[in-house]
Every structure is written in C-alpha cells, then in structure tokens.
C-alpha cells in the first residue's frame, strides 16, 4: 500500500495523507482530497461523545488508498468509448474513473480488461434516454482469500468477481449470446491462470427496469469459481454476487475483533440487519456463544449463510440460526432471551418498531415492566410470526442440550452505524428515560476520502452500574 507518497518535484518523500486523484473534482465517490485520516465530521462525533462520557473517543484507520473491494459501477457512453464510473454528483453523466485510488488495483485492472472487451466486440453500453444498449453496470467484488500464500501477500493479489449486469430479461433473450462472447473474452485474458490473473470468476445479472436500481432479480453464473470466499477474523465467510457486503475488508476485520471483545464468553446473541451473518458467525467462533440468531430481509444473503455454516470449525458448539425476515415486524421475539443484541442497519438507521423494542427489552430487562413471556403469547395470538420466523430459517443445532431462555432480556446492546445523521437521532431515542446508557464507542474509517460514512461501533449497556462498571473493565 502506498503510504508514503511522493511530492511533486519527486527530490523528497513525505508523509501524506492526500488523496492525490486525478478524477477527485468530477467523481462522487470522494468529497475529501486532503487529511483522509481526519474526516471534518469527526470533530462533531467526538464532541457529541465527550458529553456522553466517552473520554478517549478514537478513530480506527486503515489504508487510505485501494482500500475499496467492492464497486458498482455504471456502463455508459459508445463501444468506442466506453464510460466506466459513478454518477456526476446531481447529473446523468458517467465520470469515467479508471485510476481512482480508492478501488483496489484488481478493480481498476478489470475495468481496463471490461472496456478492451466493449470496444473490441462492439458491445453497446446502456442509454438510459433510449432505454437501449447491452450492458448496463459492472460489479467487482475482490476476494483475497487464497490459503496458498503467505497471509502477508493475499491482499494484493486479490481477485475480482465481475458481474455484468446485462439489458436483458435472461439468458434466453436474443441478447445473451453477445454477453456469452464478452464473458469468455473476458475469461481468456484474466482467469487465474493466464498472464494477467485478475479475475475469480464471471456472472451475469439480467436488469430491464427503466428505474435506477442496479440489479434484476436473475443471476447467472458463467465462468470460474462459483463461490466466493473471504476469511475474516478467523472465519471463512461466503458471498454471493447478490448480497450485501463489507467494501473495506481490512478495516472491518479491526471492527470485528473489537466488537468480539465486547462480548463475554458464552452469551446468547441476536444480531439484527445481520446480512450473511458475517458478525453472527464470527462470535459464535470466537465467544462461545450458547445461540446465536441472526435476522436479515434480503433472501438472497440465506445461501451465503449455509455456505458459510458447512466452514464453521467442528469446534463451535452454539446454535446457530438465520432468519429471512424483516427486523421491523415484531421485533421484540427476537429480542427475548438472548444477552446481546447487536444491529448493524443501512445508513437510514432503525426502524421505529426495533428502536421500541429495543427500549421495551430494556425496561423488562430492568424488571420495570411487567410482561407475559412472549412464548406465551404466542401460542395463542402471536402464531403467524412463529410460522414466519420458520420459513426460509437455517438451523444448526448445538450437541449440547442448551435451554432456551425465557424472561432473559438484552443487557448490551451493540450499534454498528454507518449513518451519523441517523443514528444521531436512534441514540436520543434508546438512551429517552434512561432505558439504555452509553458505555463505549469507537469510529472506524471504513470508508477514507468521505465525509458522511465513517463507521461507529457503540457498545451500550441497561444503566445498571455494576454492569457498566464489568464492561468498563472488560474493555
Ligand atoms: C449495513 S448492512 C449490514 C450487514 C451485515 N451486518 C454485514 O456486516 O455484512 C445492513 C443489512 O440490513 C438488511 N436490512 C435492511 N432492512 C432490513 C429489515 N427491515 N430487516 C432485516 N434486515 C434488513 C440489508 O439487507 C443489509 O443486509
């Protein structure tokens, strides 16, 4: 990674933190070209912290450049002249951005490899005016998990997993022979064994909408591996092109074993907006955890999941569940017997119906409210979430004969956010009547060269003082 950089005159070398793009005043991507390492927003985190009571409030760096592996990025332009890039900030117009120092190097290199492709076989980017064209977007997604090299040497030599996201309804419509052709061309000259071996594997995605949303709903994998894997924080994890993933790897593996810490050895964890179960997994492994439940909406992240279950060490003894369903629709039987719960929600923030739960959890936890096990209740009235929460589950059960339970109420709460705006205004809402009480919180520059998305982990505990006094210790 470049962390010294040159100056200008090329006599001596400095320190910088500069971004030092040549695409920072027309791409979107970056609204920070100097002090990567201190995003101006910071200032206000770490005041708004200091009166919480977090007197040592830090931010966790990584690398600030090529430190992005994963980009979406859209086709427009000419088949002579390919555009390759993200939207002009406010416009329709593609900022081509073939050098950008954010994206890992494999990223960029496949760009070259995708426009060589377009011009040599004529392939038609997307007009979004006419709604005609080929090829839409791009996804790269770069794994660095490769056992056979030293640990050391895995991030650069990342391997990217592209998918063309294709102006077609499937692989049926006339289009697709065009997009076999780009695919194989794009194979020839980047699979793992050429000259140039950028590429982990080929996939198509099938988009007809005229809306903006990237993705169709149709997958097709062509060519390489079929699975992709990362490691991370000692687990091997798998994605799918379909579901969400983490952009900055390295900086997220940092967040991980300090969120790992936070938990105590053999605790009961929900964690909800649980995508793959990246979080779930790695504290089932490394906390010894007695269940662990993880809840997400997209259906797309549950073969992830089963993938990355059948890799969890024969060691882990917890039951491990995910749960296709919406966070927001009865939150709060997820919530009832477990000790931690974690959320990690999209920049928007919780839901309302989660943020009510959670302050509900805490009052019963506390013992401030009285209420029925909502086992109880659903026996009797509540049997539609039952059936919901068991379709489309994934189950692993423990050999060991845990019981589940009731009455037991969250006493850490754990917020991951990527949305300050948002999670300004959940904070004010979980610590409203002192129901939740601020005991740590940390940030994370998950994403160097923004302003708006650097990345809090916060622990909070119920306001009992002898447990804030444990976690205080603990950490
Ligand atoms: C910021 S991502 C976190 C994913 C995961 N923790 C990780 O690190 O990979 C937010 C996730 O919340 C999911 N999500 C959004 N709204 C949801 C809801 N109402 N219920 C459950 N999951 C939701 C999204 O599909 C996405 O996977």
């Known amino acids: 990674m470049p962390e010294m950089m040159q100056t200008k005159d090329k006599s001596s070398q400095v320190f910088t933190t500069d971004l030092d793009c040549q695409?920072?005043?027309?791409?979107?991507?970056?609204?920070?070209?100097?002090?990567?390492?201190?995003?101006?927003?910071?200032?206000?985190?770490?005041?708004?912290?200091?009166?919480?009571?977090?007197?040592?409030?830090?931010?966790?760096?990584?690398?600030?450049?090529?430190?992005?592996?994963?980009?979406?990025?859209?086709?427009?332009?000419?088949?002579?002249?390919?555009?390759?890039?993200?939207?002009?900030?406010?416009?329709?117009?593609?900022?081509?951005?073939?050098?950008?120092?954010?994206?890992?190097?494999?990223?960029?290199?496949t760009i070259k490899l995708v426009k060589e492709a377009i011009q040599e076989l004529g392939i038609q980017p997307y007009n979004e005016d006419l709604h005609l064209g080929?090829?839409?977007?791009?996804?790269?997604?770069?794994?660095?998990?490769?056992?056979?090299?030293?640990?050391?040497?895995?991030?650069?030599?990342?391997?990217?997993?592209v998918s063309l996201v294709w102006n077609a309804r499937d692989e049926d419509s006339i289009q697709a022979d065009r997009l076999n052709k780009m695919a194989e061309l794009l194979w020839q000259r980047g699979n793992p064994k050429s000259a140039n071996p950028i590429l982990h594997s080929v996939w198509a995605n099938f988009q007809t909408s005229?809306?903006?949303?990237?993705?169709?709903?149709?997958?097709?994998?062509?060519?390489?591996?079929?699975?992709?894997?990362?490691?991370?924080?000692?687990?091997?994890?798998?994605?799918?092109?379909?579901?969400?993933?983490?952009a900055n790897l390295q900086v997220f593996d940092v967040l991980l074993r300090r969120l790992q810490k936070a938990v105590k050895i053999g605790s009961s964890v929900v964690e909800l907006y649980a995508g793959v179960g990246l979080i779930g997994l790695s504290l089932a492994t490394t906390r010894k955890c007695r269940t662990v439940k993880c809840v997400e909406v997209n259906k797309e992240a549950r073969l992830s999941f089963e993938q990355s279950l059948s890799r969890l060490p024969a060691s882990v003894n917890s039951n491990i569940s995910w749960h296709c369903a919406d966070a927001s629709v009865s939150p709060i039987k997820w919530l009832e017997g477990a000790n931690v719960v974690i959320v990690d929600p999209p920049r928007k923030?919780?839901?309302?119906?989660?943020?009510?739960?959670?302050?509900?959890?805490?009052?019963?936890?506390?013992?401030?409210?009285?209420?029925?096990?909502?086992?109880?209740?659903?026996?009797?009235?509540?049997?539609?979430?039952?059936?919901?929460?068991?379709?489309?589950?994934?189950?692993?059960?423990?050999?060991?004969?845990?019981?589940?339970?009731?009455?037991?109420?969250?006493?850490?709460?754990?917020?991951?956010?990527?949305?300050?705006?948002?999670?300004?205004?959940?904070?004010?809402?979980?610590?409203?009547?002192?129901?939740?009480?601020?005991?740590?919180?940390?940030?994370?520059?998950?994403?160097?060269?923004?302003?708006?998305?650097?990345?809090?982990?916060?622990?909070i505990t119920i306001p009992d003082p002898d447990i804030s006094k444990d976690m205080a210790l603990m950490l």
Request: hydrophobic share 35%.
């Open 23 to 109: 695409h920072f005043t027309r791409c979107s991507g970056c609204v920070l070209d100097t002090n990567l390492d201190q995003p101006p927003v910071m200032e206000e985190v770490t005041e708004f912290f200091l009166k919480q009571g977090v007197a040592e409030f830090t931010l966790e760096s990584g690398n600030l450049w090529e430190w992005r592996c994963r980009a979406k990025l859209a086709v427009r332009g000419t088949s002579m002249d390919p555009q390759i890039g993200l939207f002009e900030e406010g416009s329709h117009f593609v900022v081509d951005i073939p050098s950008c120092r954010a994206h890992h190097p494999s990223i960029n290199a």
């Open 210 to 246: 005229r809306t903006n949303i990237i993705f169709g709903g149709r997958w097709r994998h062509i060519l390489g591996e079929s699975e992709l894997w990362e490691r991370m924080s000692g687990i091997d994890i798998s994605f799918t092109p379909a579901s969400f993933g983490q």
């Open 134 to 161: 080929e090829l839409r977007y791009v996804q790269m997604v770069v794994t660095t998990f490769n056992t056979t090299l030293p640990a050391a040497e895995r991030y650069a030599s990342g391997k990217v997993q």
């Open 349 to 459: 923030g919780l839901d309302p119906p989660v943020i009510e739960a959670l302050r509900t959890a805490s009052l019963r936890g506390l013992g401030k409210t009285k209420s029925p096990s909502s086992k109880t209740t659903d026996k009797v009235e509540k049997r539609p979430w039952m059936l919901r929460a068991k379709q489309g589950a994934v189950h692993k059960e423990s050999a060991s004969n845990w019981e589940e339970e009731e009455h037991t109420w969250p006493d850490t709460l754990i917020y991951v956010s990527c949305g300050w705006q948002a999670f300004k205004l959940d904070y004010a809402a979980l610590v409203e009547g002192d129901t939740w009480y601020l005991d740590d919180a940390k940030a994370f520059n998950l994403f160097p060269g923004t302003n708006r998305r650097s990345l809090l982990f916060l622990e």
